[in-house]
């Protein structure tokens, strides 16, 4: 009888604990098309020399679906990195926000922050980094051509007026 009680007692508050949270906006949806595994190839020019890509990504949904996590496997034409993607929607700023978080091959201490802006079938994420009082930006366009392919292309900037494409490929769905 006890159990039945504090069973019922919870089932009652529950509603009311999630009742102080906003529904989950329709902003989180644009967001969707990238769960699931996708491989990225493509070509680099870093320096001034040319490479290749590949990324390896895996993108889910986190338990309450404000968050799209998705780890990354990369290959810089031979430089290794793995990062952990978090991407959400902020209400309060009315912004979608992509965060990078560096394991392997990236520094720890400075994980890559860009506001993102989604429209139709094109995202753009725009970074800032300071390098020893050195601002630089870096712009990413992604533009999906279907639910299972994606262009993407990174650009860099000193002053976010010239622009220089450092990558260009392809992201494509996996089965």
Known sequence: ??????????LAVTPAVA??????APQFKALDVQAGHWL????????????????????SWSSNRLFLNCSFDNDWSGDKVQSEVVDTW????QAYWHYEFFAVGGGGDHPFAAKMSIQGNTWIELGEDDDQGKKSYTRISYVYT???QVKVRL??????????TVLDGTGIKQP
């Not at 006890?2 to 007692?9: G, Q, S, V």
């Open 155 to 164: 650009e860099t900037s000193p002053d976010q007026k010239t622009w220089k």
């Open 90 to 93: 902020n209400a309060k700023d």
């Open 146 to 148: 279907s639910p299972t």
């Open 40 to 59: 990225y190839r493509g070509t680099t020019s870093f320096d001034g020399k040319p490479g290749t890509f590949t990324w390896d990504e895996h993108c």
């Open 1 to 10: 009888m006890r159990l039945t009680l504090i069973a019922a007692t919870m």
């Open 19 to 24: 009742a102080d949270f906003p529904p989950l």
